[in-house]
C-alpha cells in the first residue's frame, strides 16, 4: 500500500516510543528507516523494524542505552554504544565527525558495542549535505566464508562514502557481499526463489532457498578480490573498534538471541574537500567533482547515487510503497507494545 513519508515516520517513532526509547532517538531512527524506503532500500527500512521491536523488547537493544565518551583527541572520537540501536547512534556520530572536521579538516567517530545502523548511505548523504565527504564502515553477524572455505567469518562488510555535488551528491552504498542480507530476508518474508550464485546453506552448499541463506553463506563480491575487501571492513570496524569480530555478532534474525547485544561496531570518516587541494585552492576539488561526474555522464554513465532523492529535498509528502501485510502488522503492533 502507498504511505506518505509522514504517516510512516509517525508510526515507526510511535512504535519505538512505546518500546521504551526516547523521543528523539526514536524520530532519528525511523527517520533513517523511513530514509530508505524513500531510496528504494526496503531490505533496509520497514522489513526490519518488527525485529528492532522484538530485539528491543526483549534487552537486545537496551532502549535505556546511552552513548559514553571513551576517548576524544579532538578530531578522533570513540564512543560506547552499551548495546543500544546503531540508527540514533551512528546520526549522532556522523553530526560530531561532521562538526569536528569542519575543525580540523579530517575526523574519525568510532562507535563501539552498538546495534544495527540500516542503510550507511544515510550517514553519508547526510555528512554530503554538509559539504562533507564521508566514508563509513560497520559489521555485523558473520554470513561471508574465507575465500574458499565453508564456515561464516565475515559480516557483509558494508561500506559507504559520500562526496558533495551540485545537483545531489554521490553517494556509494553497498555490501561486499553479493548482494545484502536484508535481501535475502526480503525474498524469504516474500516466499521467492534466490538468484543462482547469491548464498549458500549452512553445509556449504549453494541453494535457492531463502529461507535456508538466512541460516547459511553469502558469497563475497567480486570472489577474492571481494573478501579481501571484505577482511579490510571487518579490520576497521570489528577489528579496531569492537568489542566483538562478527564471527561473535548474536545473528540479527535469530530470535533465540534477541535478548543479547549484538554489540558491533560502526566508523565514520569525514574530510573536508576545501582544505585537500594540493595547490591550496579551496574550490578546486569542487570543481573536478562536478568534471568526473560530467565526464561520467558524457560517456553514457550513471553518477552513483544519483537516482536517490538528496536528503535536503526529500519531503513529508513524499510516498513510497510498502506490502499491505506488513504494515497491517506494525498498525497492529500499536496495540501490541505496553508502553514502559
Known sequence: MKVTLEEATALATELLVRTGLDADKARATARVLVLAERWGIGSHGFLRLPVYLDRTNAGGFPADAELVTTLDTGPL???DGRGGMGHW???????????????????????????????LGVYAADAAAAGMVALVFSCGPAVLPAWGGTRALLSTSPVAAGFPLDGGPVIVD????????????????????????WALDAEGVPTND????????????GGAKGFALAFMVEALTAGLVGPLLSADVPDFFDVQSQDQPQSIAHLIVVLDPTKLDAGGDPDAAARRMQDLAARTREMGGRVPGSRRVAVGDVSDSDVVELSD????ELRNRLGEVDAP
Open 77 to 79: 572520537l570513540t564512543l
Open 89 to 119: 547512534q551512528m546520526s549522532r556520530a556522523t553530526e560530531e565527525a561532521v562538526t569536528r572536521a569542519s575543525q580540523y579538516g579530517i575526523s574519525g567517530v568510532a562507535v563501539g558495542n552498538s546495534g544495527h545502523c540500516g542503510a
Open 174 to 197: 553497498m555490501a561486499l557481499s553479493t548482494v545484502a542480507r536484508g535481501k535475502i530476508a526480503a525474498y524469504a518474508r516474500e516466499g521467492r526463489p534466490l538468484p543462482d550464485g
Open 210 to 221: 531463502a529461507q535456508a541463506a538466512l541460516t547459511g553463506l553469502l558469497a563475497p563480491l
Open 325 to 328: 501485510e506488513l504494515w497491517a
